[in-house]
DNA sequence: ATTAGAAAGTTATTTTTTTAACAAAGTATT
DNA sequence: AATACTTTGTTAAAAAAATAACTTTCTAAT
Protein backbone atom coordinates (compact mmCIF):
# COMPACT_ATOMS: atom_id res chain seq x y z
CA UNK A 1 0.00 0.00 0.00
CA UNK A 2 1.14 3.71 -0.71
CA UNK A 3 2.98 5.38 2.43
CA UNK A 4 0.54 7.75 1.94
CA UNK A 5 -2.27 6.25 3.71
CA UNK A 6 -0.26 6.78 6.87
CA UNK A 7 -2.30 10.14 7.79
CA UNK A 8 -5.51 10.54 4.99
CA UNK A 9 -7.55 13.33 5.68
CA UNK A 10 -10.67 12.81 7.68
CA UNK A 11 -12.62 14.68 5.19
CA UNK A 12 -11.54 11.78 2.51
CA UNK A 13 -12.17 8.81 5.59
CA UNK A 14 -16.08 10.12 5.79
CA UNK A 15 -15.81 9.49 1.91
CA UNK A 16 -14.63 6.09 1.21
CA UNK A 17 -17.36 3.89 2.83
CA UNK A 18 -19.47 5.94 0.80
CA UNK A 19 -18.05 4.93 -2.33
CA UNK A 20 -17.39 1.33 -1.70
CA UNK A 21 -21.64 1.29 -0.74
CA UNK A 22 -22.07 1.95 -4.15
CA UNK A 23 -19.39 -0.12 -5.96
CA UNK A 24 -20.95 -2.91 -4.20
CA UNK A 25 -23.97 -1.90 -5.33
CA UNK A 26 -22.73 -2.77 -8.89
CA UNK A 27 -20.75 -5.99 -7.88
CA UNK A 28 -22.38 -8.15 -10.74
CA UNK A 29 -23.63 -6.36 -13.21
CA UNK A 30 -22.68 -6.59 -16.71
CA UNK A 31 -20.41 -3.73 -17.36
CA UNK A 32 -17.35 -4.59 -15.24
CA UNK A 33 -15.56 -0.97 -15.41
CA UNK A 34 -16.78 2.36 -13.80
CA UNK A 35 -16.18 5.75 -14.83
CA UNK A 36 -15.07 8.65 -12.27
CA UNK A 37 -18.15 10.76 -14.12
CA UNK A 38 -20.39 7.57 -13.00
CA UNK A 39 -19.59 7.50 -10.18
CA UNK A 40 -20.23 11.02 -9.25
CA UNK A 41 -24.20 10.42 -10.76
CA UNK A 42 -24.48 7.33 -8.16
CA UNK A 43 -22.40 9.34 -5.19
CA UNK A 44 -23.64 12.83 -5.66
CA UNK A 45 -19.54 14.05 -5.34
CA UNK A 46 -18.08 15.52 -8.38
CA UNK A 47 -15.76 13.32 -10.62
CA UNK A 48 -13.13 15.61 -10.23
CA UNK A 49 -13.34 14.99 -6.54
CA UNK A 50 -13.61 11.33 -6.83
CA UNK A 51 -10.43 10.91 -8.89
CA UNK A 52 -8.97 12.78 -6.25
CA UNK A 53 -9.62 10.96 -3.88
CA UNK A 54 -8.72 7.71 -5.40
CA UNK A 55 -5.80 8.99 -6.64
CA UNK A 56 -4.15 9.83 -3.04
CA UNK A 57 -4.04 6.15 -2.48
CA UNK A 58 -2.51 4.66 -5.61
CA UNK A 59 -3.55 4.65 -9.39
CA UNK A 60 -6.33 2.27 -9.49
CA UNK A 61 -7.87 3.21 -12.57
CA UNK A 62 -7.73 2.48 -16.45
CA UNK A 63 -7.43 5.16 -19.17
CA UNK A 64 -9.92 5.31 -21.36
CA UNK A 65 -11.92 2.56 -19.29
CA UNK A 66 -12.20 3.71 -16.01
CA UNK A 67 -11.96 1.91 -12.37
CA UNK A 68 -12.47 -1.64 -12.25
CA UNK A 69 -15.57 -2.12 -10.03
CA UNK A 70 -14.25 -5.52 -8.30
CA UNK A 71 -10.36 -3.91 -8.28
CA UNK A 72 -11.57 -0.65 -6.50
CA UNK A 73 -13.57 -2.80 -4.22
CA UNK A 74 -10.92 -4.61 -2.81
CA UNK A 75 -8.65 -1.57 -2.42
CA UNK A 76 -10.76 0.13 -0.64
CA UNK A 77 -11.01 -2.70 1.16
CA UNK A 78 -7.70 -2.46 1.82
CA UNK A 79 -7.27 1.03 2.89
CA UNK A 80 -10.02 0.74 5.09
CA UNK A 81 -8.34 -2.05 7.07
CA UNK A 82 -11.08 -4.33 6.20
CA UNK A 83 -8.35 -7.23 5.95
CA UNK A 84 -7.16 -6.45 9.69
CA UNK A 85 -9.03 -8.58 12.35
CA UNK A 86 -10.48 -6.55 14.73
CA UNK A 87 -11.87 -7.83 18.00
CA UNK A 88 -15.72 -6.44 18.96
CA UNK A 89 -17.59 -6.68 22.37
CA UNK A 90 -21.27 -4.65 22.78
CA UNK A 91 -21.38 -3.13 26.63
CA UNK A 92 -24.97 -2.84 27.39
CA UNK A 93 -27.32 -5.27 26.20
CA UNK A 94 -30.45 -3.08 26.41
CA UNK A 95 -32.72 -2.08 23.04
CA UNK A 96 -29.70 -0.54 20.94
CA UNK A 97 -27.13 -3.58 22.14
CA UNK A 98 -29.13 -6.19 21.14
CA UNK A 99 -29.94 -4.59 17.95
CA UNK A 100 -26.11 -4.64 17.10
CA UNK A 101 -25.75 -8.04 18.20
CA UNK A 102 -27.98 -8.70 15.33
CA UNK A 103 -26.11 -5.99 13.01
CA UNK A 104 -24.63 -7.53 9.71
CA UNK A 105 -21.63 -5.74 8.49
CA UNK A 106 -19.14 -6.93 11.15
CA UNK A 107 -17.00 -9.60 9.28
CA UNK A 108 -17.56 -7.97 6.09
CA UNK A 109 -15.21 -5.33 7.62
CA UNK A 110 -13.18 -7.59 9.44
CA UNK A 111 -14.86 -7.33 12.92
CA UNK A 112 -15.51 -10.45 15.33
CA UNK A 113 -18.29 -9.64 18.08
CA UNK A 114 -16.55 -11.50 21.07
CA UNK A 115 -19.06 -11.07 23.29
CA UNK A 116 -22.14 -8.54 24.87
CA UNK A 117 -21.94 -7.39 28.65
CA UNK A 118 -24.94 -5.94 31.03
CA UNK A 119 -25.35 -5.46 34.30
CA UNK A 120 -29.29 -7.09 34.82
CA UNK A 121 -29.25 -10.53 36.20
CA UNK A 122 -32.13 -10.85 34.84
CA UNK A 123 -30.05 -10.54 31.26
CA UNK A 124 -26.45 -12.56 32.11
CA UNK A 125 -26.71 -15.88 31.08
CA UNK A 126 -28.82 -14.98 28.01
CA UNK A 127 -28.32 -16.27 24.34
CA UNK A 128 -28.66 -13.49 21.39
CA UNK A 129 -28.23 -15.45 18.38
CA UNK A 130 -24.48 -17.49 19.69
CA UNK A 131 -23.55 -14.93 21.71
CA UNK A 132 -23.87 -14.81 25.48
CA UNK A 133 -24.75 -11.81 27.52
CA UNK A 134 -21.94 -11.88 30.55
CA UNK A 135 -21.98 -10.13 33.31
CA UNK A 136 -20.03 -6.67 33.51
CA UNK A 137 -17.76 -7.83 35.90
CA UNK A 138 -16.02 -10.16 33.38
CA UNK A 139 -16.19 -7.50 31.22
CA UNK A 140 -12.27 -6.08 32.08
CA UNK A 141 -10.79 -9.71 31.88
CA UNK A 142 -12.35 -10.32 29.36
CA UNK A 143 -10.90 -7.64 27.54
CA UNK A 144 -7.10 -8.57 28.39
CA UNK A 145 -7.86 -11.83 27.77
CA UNK A 146 -10.01 -11.47 24.33
CA UNK A 147 -7.22 -8.93 23.28
CA UNK A 148 -10.94 -6.67 22.28
CA UNK A 149 -10.31 -3.74 20.14
CA UNK A 150 -13.22 -1.83 19.75
CA UNK A 151 -16.08 -1.67 22.46
CA UNK A 152 -19.68 -0.82 21.67
CA UNK A 153 -21.23 1.69 24.14
CA UNK A 154 -24.72 1.54 24.93
CA UNK A 155 -25.35 1.70 28.47
CA UNK A 156 -27.16 4.45 30.42
CA UNK A 157 -25.39 7.97 30.14
CA UNK A 158 -24.71 7.68 33.90
CA UNK A 159 -22.08 5.22 33.68
CA UNK A 160 -20.71 5.95 30.00
CA UNK A 161 -17.95 7.74 31.09
CA UNK A 162 -16.48 5.39 33.99
CA UNK A 163 -17.25 2.64 31.80
CA UNK A 164 -15.38 3.69 28.80
CA UNK A 165 -12.72 4.72 31.42
CA UNK A 166 -12.46 0.97 32.68
CA UNK A 167 -12.31 0.01 28.91
CA UNK A 168 -9.74 1.70 27.90
CA UNK A 169 -8.08 0.74 31.27
CA UNK A 170 -8.47 -2.60 30.30
CA UNK A 171 -7.01 -2.16 26.95
CA UNK A 172 -9.08 -1.02 24.26
CA UNK A 173 -8.19 0.92 21.40
CA UNK A 174 -11.22 2.56 19.94
CA UNK A 175 -14.74 3.27 21.42
CA UNK A 176 -17.57 2.50 19.28
CA UNK A 177 -20.34 5.00 21.29
CA UNK A 178 -23.59 5.15 21.04
CA UNK A 179 -24.49 6.94 24.40
CA UNK A 180 -25.83 10.60 24.59
CA UNK A 181 -22.86 11.89 26.57
CA UNK A 182 -19.79 13.95 25.49
CA UNK A 183 -17.35 11.01 26.15
CA UNK A 184 -13.57 12.12 27.32
CA UNK A 185 -10.96 9.95 26.30
CA UNK A 186 -7.43 9.97 26.04
CA UNK A 187 -6.13 11.05 21.87
CA UNK A 188 -4.51 7.99 21.32
CA UNK A 189 -8.41 6.23 21.79
CA UNK A 190 -10.33 6.35 18.89
CA UNK A 191 -13.65 7.60 19.12
CA UNK A 192 -16.15 7.09 17.18
CA UNK A 193 -19.65 8.60 17.95
CA UNK A 194 -22.97 7.77 16.70
CA UNK A 195 -24.88 9.50 18.32
CA UNK A 196 -28.56 8.84 16.77
CA UNK A 197 -30.33 12.13 18.20
CA UNK A 198 -27.41 14.53 15.94
CA UNK A 199 -29.49 12.98 13.08
CA UNK A 200 -32.87 13.75 14.22
CA UNK A 201 -30.96 17.29 15.21
CA UNK A 202 -30.02 17.62 11.85
CA UNK A 203 -33.26 16.47 9.83
CA UNK A 204 -34.92 19.52 12.45
CA UNK A 205 -32.55 22.04 11.34
CA UNK A 206 -33.05 21.80 7.69
CA UNK A 207 -37.06 20.94 7.83
CA UNK A 208 -36.95 24.41 10.01
CA UNK A 209 -34.48 26.25 7.45
CA UNK A 210 -37.68 25.90 4.83
CA UNK A 211 -40.26 27.84 7.40
CA UNK A 212 -38.18 30.96 8.42
CA UNK B 1 -34.50 34.67 14.56
CA UNK B 2 -32.29 36.09 11.82
CA UNK B 3 -33.06 36.14 8.47
CA UNK B 4 -29.64 34.24 7.84
CA UNK B 5 -30.79 31.58 9.40
CA UNK B 6 -32.81 30.20 5.35
CA UNK B 7 -28.74 28.74 4.40
CA UNK B 8 -27.31 27.72 6.99
CA UNK B 9 -23.97 26.25 6.12
CA UNK B 10 -23.87 22.30 6.50
CA UNK B 11 -20.39 22.07 8.19
CA UNK B 12 -21.86 25.03 11.08
CA UNK B 13 -25.50 22.53 11.06
CA UNK B 14 -23.16 19.52 12.13
CA UNK B 15 -21.68 21.58 14.76
CA UNK B 16 -24.84 22.85 16.46
CA UNK B 17 -26.11 19.18 18.39
CA UNK B 18 -22.23 19.20 19.57
CA UNK B 19 -22.57 22.53 21.28
CA UNK B 20 -26.11 21.65 22.59
CA UNK B 21 -24.96 18.15 24.07
CA UNK B 22 -21.72 20.12 25.76
CA UNK B 23 -24.22 23.10 27.22
CA UNK B 24 -27.15 20.72 28.33
CA UNK B 25 -24.38 18.69 30.75
CA UNK B 26 -23.60 22.35 32.43
CA UNK B 27 -27.00 23.47 32.77
CA UNK B 28 -26.93 23.19 36.36
CA UNK B 29 -23.89 24.53 37.21
CA UNK B 30 -22.66 27.22 39.75
CA UNK B 31 -21.39 29.48 37.36
CA UNK B 32 -24.12 30.47 34.26
CA UNK B 33 -21.96 31.89 31.91
CA UNK B 34 -19.18 29.91 29.39
CA UNK B 35 -16.62 31.74 27.59
CA UNK B 36 -15.62 30.61 23.89
CA UNK B 37 -12.51 29.45 25.14
CA UNK B 38 -14.32 26.76 28.49
CA UNK B 39 -16.63 26.08 25.25
CA UNK B 40 -13.69 25.13 23.16
CA UNK B 41 -11.79 23.07 25.83
CA UNK B 42 -15.39 20.92 25.86
CA UNK B 43 -16.04 20.97 22.61
CA UNK B 44 -12.47 20.74 20.79
CA UNK B 45 -13.36 23.21 18.23
CA UNK B 46 -11.50 26.70 18.50
CA UNK B 47 -12.90 29.42 20.68
CA UNK B 48 -12.58 31.58 17.27
CA UNK B 49 -14.70 29.05 15.28
CA UNK B 50 -17.31 28.65 18.07
CA UNK B 51 -17.38 32.60 18.44
CA UNK B 52 -18.04 32.60 14.39
CA UNK B 53 -20.23 29.99 14.41
CA UNK B 54 -22.50 31.58 16.77
CA UNK B 55 -21.86 35.45 15.49
CA UNK B 56 -23.70 33.83 12.35
CA UNK B 57 -27.05 33.40 14.13
CA UNK B 58 -26.59 36.32 16.34
CA UNK B 59 -25.04 38.18 18.72
CA UNK B 60 -25.87 36.26 21.92
CA UNK B 61 -22.46 36.77 24.15
CA UNK B 62 -22.62 39.39 26.47
CA UNK B 63 -18.26 40.86 26.32
CA UNK B 64 -16.37 40.36 29.02
CA UNK B 65 -18.85 37.59 30.56
CA UNK B 66 -19.31 35.15 27.81
CA UNK B 67 -22.67 33.38 27.12
CA UNK B 68 -25.71 33.01 29.12
CA UNK B 69 -25.68 28.69 29.33
CA UNK B 70 -30.14 28.92 29.60
CA UNK B 71 -30.20 31.27 26.60
CA UNK B 72 -27.60 29.88 24.56
CA UNK B 73 -29.09 26.57 24.82
CA UNK B 74 -32.90 28.00 24.15
CA UNK B 75 -31.45 30.18 20.89
CA UNK B 76 -29.64 26.80 19.84
CA UNK B 77 -32.95 25.11 20.42
CA UNK B 78 -34.45 27.47 18.03
CA UNK B 79 -32.24 27.52 15.40
CA UNK B 80 -32.31 23.68 15.43
CA UNK B 81 -36.34 23.68 15.49
CA UNK B 82 -36.93 21.78 18.21
CA UNK B 83 -39.99 24.41 19.10
CA UNK B 84 -41.75 23.31 15.63
CA UNK B 85 -43.49 20.55 16.02
CA UNK B 86 -42.88 17.10 13.98
CA UNK B 87 -44.40 14.33 13.44
CA UNK B 88 -42.66 10.50 12.73
CA UNK B 89 -43.05 7.13 12.10
CA UNK B 90 -40.77 3.95 12.44
CA UNK B 91 -41.00 1.65 9.42
CA UNK B 92 -39.81 -1.01 10.24
CA UNK B 93 -40.06 -2.80 13.79
CA UNK B 94 -36.98 -5.45 13.69
CA UNK B 95 -34.54 -4.79 16.51
CA UNK B 96 -33.03 -1.56 15.21
CA UNK B 97 -36.79 -0.56 15.21
CA UNK B 98 -37.96 -1.71 18.41
CA UNK B 99 -34.73 0.06 19.93
CA UNK B 100 -35.83 3.60 17.92
CA UNK B 101 -39.17 3.43 19.75
CA UNK B 102 -37.26 3.24 23.12
CA UNK B 103 -35.04 6.26 22.42
CA UNK B 104 -35.74 9.49 24.85
CA UNK B 105 -34.73 11.81 22.40
CA UNK B 106 -37.63 13.20 20.34
CA UNK B 107 -39.78 15.13 22.23
CA UNK B 108 -36.84 17.45 23.44
CA UNK B 109 -36.44 17.98 19.73
CA UNK B 110 -40.03 18.69 18.97
CA UNK B 111 -40.31 15.32 17.55
CA UNK B 112 -43.78 13.19 18.33
CA UNK B 113 -43.52 9.05 17.43
CA UNK B 114 -46.94 8.88 16.26
CA UNK B 115 -46.86 4.78 15.11
CA UNK B 116 -44.71 1.69 13.78
CA UNK B 117 -45.14 -0.40 11.30
CA UNK B 118 -43.88 -3.53 10.06
CA UNK B 119 -44.56 -6.70 7.32
CA UNK B 120 -44.55 -9.69 9.49
CA UNK B 121 -48.13 -10.84 10.75
CA UNK B 122 -46.48 -11.98 14.19
CA UNK B 123 -45.44 -8.19 14.94
CA UNK B 124 -49.01 -6.23 14.03
CA UNK B 125 -51.27 -5.63 16.77
CA UNK B 126 -48.29 -6.06 20.15
CA UNK B 127 -47.52 -2.88 21.43
CA UNK B 128 -44.27 -1.64 22.10
CA UNK B 129 -44.58 0.74 25.52
CA UNK B 130 -47.86 2.13 24.16
CA UNK B 131 -46.99 2.62 20.58
CA UNK B 132 -49.03 -0.33 18.54
CA UNK B 133 -47.24 -1.79 15.65
CA UNK B 134 -49.25 -1.30 12.78
CA UNK B 135 -49.17 -2.83 9.40
CA UNK B 136 -47.41 -1.80 6.37
CA UNK B 137 -50.46 -1.35 4.79
CA UNK B 138 -51.67 1.18 6.47
CA UNK B 139 -48.69 3.38 6.35
CA UNK B 140 -49.65 5.47 3.34
CA UNK B 141 -52.83 6.34 4.44
CA UNK B 142 -51.67 6.81 8.08
CA UNK B 143 -49.18 9.22 6.48
CA UNK B 144 -51.75 11.34 4.95
CA UNK B 145 -54.13 11.32 8.07
CA UNK B 146 -51.50 12.18 10.70
CA UNK B 147 -49.73 14.23 8.43
CA UNK B 148 -46.41 12.40 9.07
CA UNK B 149 -43.22 14.69 8.16
CA UNK B 150 -40.42 12.00 9.17
CA UNK B 151 -40.39 8.42 8.44
CA UNK B 152 -37.22 6.18 10.38
CA UNK B 153 -36.48 3.89 8.30
CA UNK B 154 -35.52 0.38 9.45
CA UNK B 155 -36.77 -2.39 6.82
CA UNK B 156 -34.69 -4.75 4.77
CA UNK B 157 -32.31 -3.49 2.29
CA UNK B 158 -34.15 -5.23 -0.75
CA UNK B 159 -37.03 -3.08 0.42
CA UNK B 160 -36.04 0.05 1.29
CA UNK B 161 -35.89 2.06 -1.71
CA UNK B 162 -39.55 0.57 -2.42
CA UNK B 163 -40.67 1.52 1.34
CA UNK B 164 -39.01 5.18 0.61
CA UNK B 165 -40.88 5.70 -2.82
CA UNK B 166 -44.03 5.29 -1.27
CA UNK B 167 -43.48 6.90 1.77
CA UNK B 168 -42.27 10.30 -0.18
CA UNK B 169 -45.23 9.60 -2.33
CA UNK B 170 -48.05 9.80 0.77
CA UNK B 171 -45.60 13.01 1.38
CA UNK B 172 -43.48 12.45 4.33
CA UNK B 173 -40.67 15.23 3.91
CA UNK B 174 -37.57 13.45 5.69
CA UNK B 175 -35.87 9.83 5.53
CA UNK B 176 -34.33 9.11 8.81
CA UNK B 177 -32.04 6.05 6.78
CA UNK B 178 -30.84 3.07 8.86
CA UNK B 179 -30.97 0.58 5.68
CA UNK B 180 -27.77 0.41 4.64
CA UNK B 181 -28.36 1.24 1.34
CA UNK B 182 -27.61 3.91 -0.97
CA UNK B 183 -31.09 5.20 -1.49
CA UNK B 184 -32.27 7.67 -4.46
CA UNK B 185 -34.75 10.33 -3.14
CA UNK B 186 -35.32 13.60 -4.98
CA UNK B 187 -33.70 16.97 -4.04
CA UNK B 188 -36.99 18.03 -2.15
CA UNK B 189 -36.50 15.66 0.56
CA UNK B 190 -34.40 15.37 3.30
CA UNK B 191 -32.34 12.64 3.47
CA UNK B 192 -30.75 12.22 6.80
CA UNK B 193 -28.35 8.38 6.73
CA UNK B 194 -27.46 7.11 9.92
CA UNK B 195 -25.21 4.47 8.65
CA UNK B 196 -23.60 2.34 11.34
CA UNK B 197 -21.50 0.27 9.59
CA UNK B 198 -20.16 3.49 8.46
CA UNK B 199 -19.12 4.05 11.66
CA UNK B 200 -17.19 1.10 12.19
CA UNK B 201 -15.62 1.44 8.25
CA UNK B 202 -14.27 4.97 10.03
CA UNK B 203 -12.85 2.82 12.93
CA UNK B 204 -11.19 0.35 10.85
CA UNK B 205 -9.56 2.90 8.20
CA UNK B 206 -8.05 4.51 11.32
CA UNK B 207 -6.74 1.50 13.50
CA UNK B 208 -5.21 0.59 10.12
CA UNK B 209 -3.30 3.49 9.49
CA UNK B 210 -1.67 2.84 12.95
CA UNK B 211 -0.56 -0.69 11.02
CA UNK B 212 0.85 0.15 8.04
C1' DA C 1 -0.30 3.27 -39.06
C1' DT C 2 -2.98 7.31 -38.14
C1' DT C 3 -6.35 9.72 -35.97
C1' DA C 4 -10.16 10.66 -32.92
C1' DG C 5 -12.05 9.83 -28.61
C1' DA C 6 -12.25 8.59 -23.70
C1' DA C 7 -11.06 8.91 -19.18
C1' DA C 8 -7.48 8.84 -15.63
C1' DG C 9 -4.15 11.45 -13.13
C1' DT C 10 -2.26 15.95 -12.27
C1' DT C 11 -1.80 20.85 -11.92
C1' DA C 12 -3.85 25.37 -11.40
C1' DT C 13 -7.59 28.08 -9.79
C1' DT C 14 -11.35 29.09 -7.01
C1' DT C 15 -14.02 28.57 -3.09
C1' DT C 16 -14.74 27.33 1.50
C1' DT C 17 -13.33 26.87 6.05
C1' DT C 18 -10.45 27.77 9.83
C1' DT C 19 -7.38 30.37 12.48
C1' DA C 20 -5.33 34.51 14.04
C1' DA C 21 -5.47 39.27 15.05
C1' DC C 22 -7.84 43.15 16.44
C1' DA C 23 -11.26 46.66 17.71
C1' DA C 24 -15.29 47.53 20.51
C1' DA C 25 -17.84 47.10 24.58
C1' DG C 26 -18.59 46.01 28.98
C1' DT C 27 -16.75 44.96 33.92
C1' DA C 28 -14.12 45.42 37.96
C1' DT C 29 -10.73 47.77 40.65
C1' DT C 30 -8.30 51.46 42.47
C1' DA D 1 -13.44 58.87 37.10
C1' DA D 2 -9.58 56.52 35.24
C1' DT D 3 -7.35 52.34 34.17
C1' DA D 4 -6.64 47.60 33.40
C1' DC D 5 -8.82 43.45 32.19
C1' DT D 6 -12.16 40.22 29.76
C1' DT D 7 -14.29 38.46 26.21
C1' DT D 8 -17.20 39.18 22.37
C1' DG D 9 -17.95 40.11 17.46
C1' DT D 10 -15.54 41.20 13.31
C1' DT D 11 -12.00 41.61 9.97
C1' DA D 12 -7.87 39.86 7.84
C1' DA D 13 -4.90 36.10 6.75
C1' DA D 14 -3.91 31.34 6.22
C1' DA D 15 -5.02 26.73 5.31
C1' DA D 16 -7.79 23.26 3.43
C1' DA D 17 -10.91 21.50 0.18
C1' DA D 18 -13.28 21.41 -4.08
C1' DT D 19 -13.62 22.42 -8.80
C1' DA D 20 -12.03 23.26 -13.30
C1' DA D 21 -8.69 22.81 -16.73
C1' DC D 22 -5.18 20.40 -18.78
C1' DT D 23 -1.88 16.59 -20.04
C1' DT D 24 -1.04 12.01 -20.69
C1' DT D 25 -2.10 7.47 -21.82
C1' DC D 26 -4.67 4.06 -23.70
C1' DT D 27 -8.43 2.28 -26.93
C1' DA D 28 -10.77 1.76 -31.01
C1' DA D 29 -11.98 2.80 -35.52
C1' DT D 30 -10.72 3.98 -40.12
Partial sequence: MDKRSENIPNIIIRRLPIYYKHLKKLKNRAKEYISSEELAELTGFSSSLIRKDLSY???????????????????????????HPKNLIIVGAGHLGQALVHNKGYEERGYKLKGVFDKNPKLIGLFLDDIKIRSVEEMCDFVKEEKIDIAALTVP????????????????????????????????????EQHINEGLCKLSCKINQNFN
Avoid: H
Avoid at 59 to 69: A, T
Fill in 57 to 83: FGNFGRKSYGYDIYCLLQELSIIMGFN
Fill in 157 to 192: KGVAQKTAELLIEAGVIGIWDFTEVALKVPNNILLE
